[in-house]
């Protein structure tokens, strides 16, 4: 049952992220195309306070989620990596650097930001791929379009970071971060259900195959 609240709580982050943008109703003027998820939590942003809440919940349930993945993975060396891998994401998010709003400088913080996205993302696409090993073909085609998919808008996002930091127009890159970070979330809450269903399935298999068995007599019978 722990080993099931665990799994449960990987389909619970992906959901709890989403409330980033809720949060962003606290911001206001705040764009969701022309403006980045990061932003939500720069410093001063009038809604720094409730995401960065909703970020350490995120964080939580994604270290417990990679645990359930560990107790789940059996012989599947691919997929205790994947656990590994995602406690390492919710770890680093506990540690995550902020960045200051649009047109307020550019200092360290904001330069680590950028550092921690990066290592980040390598994490992050490195758990799909050793998810996509991890299971049957039709995952294993799901994985690998999600990682095409994070690669594709992760890379045109992350090329208005210089406009960004300039305080320039960034037209649809809020878009474009939300397809590759949609990804991402879809993806964890796949492998959630996944893992979950092969359990069911097993379960199922483990007392078909006793209520075949001969019932062993006592002997104290």
Same mark, same amino acid.
């Not at 799994?7 to 403006?35: F, K, N």
């Not at 990596?81 to 200051?100: E, K, R, S």
């Not at 964890?188 to 007392?207: K, M, W």
């Given at each position: 049952?722990?080993?099931?609240?665990?799994?449960?709580?990987?389909? %619970?982050?992906?959901?709890?992220?989403?409330?980033?943008?809720?949060?962003?109703?606290? +911001?206001?003027?705040?764009?969701?195309?022309?403006?980045?998820?990061?932003?939500?939590?720069?410093?001063?942003?009038?809604?720094?306070?409730?995401?960065?809440?909703?970020?350490?919940? +995120?964080?939580?349930?994604?270290?417990?989620?990679?645990?359930?993945?560990?107790?789940?993975?059996?012989?599947?060396?691919?997929?205790?990596?994947?656990?590994?891998?995602?406690?390492?994401?919710? %770890?680093?998010?506990?540690?995550?650097?902020?960045?200051?709003?649009?047109?307020?400088?550019?200092?360290?913080?904001?330069?680590?930001?950028?550092? &921690?996205?990066?290592?980040?993302?390598?994490?992050?696409?490195?758990?799909?791929? &050793?998810?996509?090993?991890?299971?049957?073909?039709? &995952?294993?085609? +799901?994985?690998?379009?999600?990682? %095409?998919?994070?690669?594709? &808008?992760?890379?045109?996002?992350?090329?208005?970071?210089?406009?960004?930091?300039?305080?320039?127009?960034?037209?649809?890159?809020?878009?474009?971060?939300?397809?590759?970070?949609?990804?991402?979330? %879809?993806?964890?809450?796949?492998?959630?259900?996944?893992?979950?269903?092969?359990?069911?399935?097993?379960?199922?298999?483990?007392?078909?195959?006793?209520?075949?068995?001969?019932?062993?007599?006592?002997?104290?019978?």
């Amino acid at each position: 049952m722990a080993r099931r609240a665990f799994l449960i709580c990987g389909i %619970l982050s992906s959901l709890v992220y989403l409330g980033y943008d809720v949060a962003a109703l606290r +911001y206001q003027g705040y764009s969701y195309t022309s403006q980045t998820i990061s932003e939500l939590t720069a410093i001063g942003a009038p809604s720094r306070s409730l995401v960065v809440v909703l970020g350490m919940t +995120y964080d939580a349930l994604l270290i417990a989620f990679g645990v359930g993945v560990w107790q789940s993975a059996a012989r599947k060396r691919a997929l205790r990596i994947v656990g590994i891998l995602l406690v390492a994401v919710g %770890l680093i998010g506990f540690a995550w650097p902020p960045m200051h709003m649009r047109g307020a400088g550019f200092t360290l913080t904001d330069t680590m930001h950028i550092v &921690f996205a990066g290592v980040t993302s390598l994490l992050i696409v490195l758990a799909v791929g &050793f998810g996509a090993a991890a299971f049957g073909t039709r &995952f294993r085609v +799901y994985s690998i379009a999600s990682i %095409l998919t994070m690669l594709v &808008f992760g890379t045109w996002a992350g090329s208005q970071g210089a406009r960004i930091a300039a305080n320039l127009p960034t037209p649809w890159v809020g878009a474009i971060e939300r397809v590759d970070l949609g990804a991402y979330l %879809l993806w964890v809450v796949v492998l959630a259900v996944t893992i979950l269903r092969g359990e069911d399935t097993a379960i199922r298999d483990n007392l078909g195959a006793g209520s075949l068995c001969p019932r062993a007599s006592s002997p104290f019978s």
